[in-house]
């Protein structure tokens, strides 16, 4: 059986430039304790990665 699951990460704070977002996802993801395996699908928002890329 298949099954798909949705988390959505808290506390990830303000995305300034510069800032490395696969940091901060294994940074929320640990204060969670959320562990992603090597077959996870991560997505994110492209308005993150344009705030990182500044």
């Not at 704070?13 to 940091?23: A, K, L, V």
């Not at 996802?25 to 990665?49: F, G, M, N, P, Y």
Request: charged letters at 35%; a negative charge; glycine letters at 10%.
């Amino acid at each position: 059986m298949k099954r798909l699951e949705l988390i959505g990460l808290e506390d990830l704070g303000e995305i300034r430039s510069g800032d490395s977002i696969g940091r901060l996802i294994c940074d929320a993801c640990s204060r969670q304790e959320t562990h992603l395996k090597d077959d996870d699908v991560v997505v994110i928002a492209q308005k993150i990665v344009s705030k990182a890329e500044g």
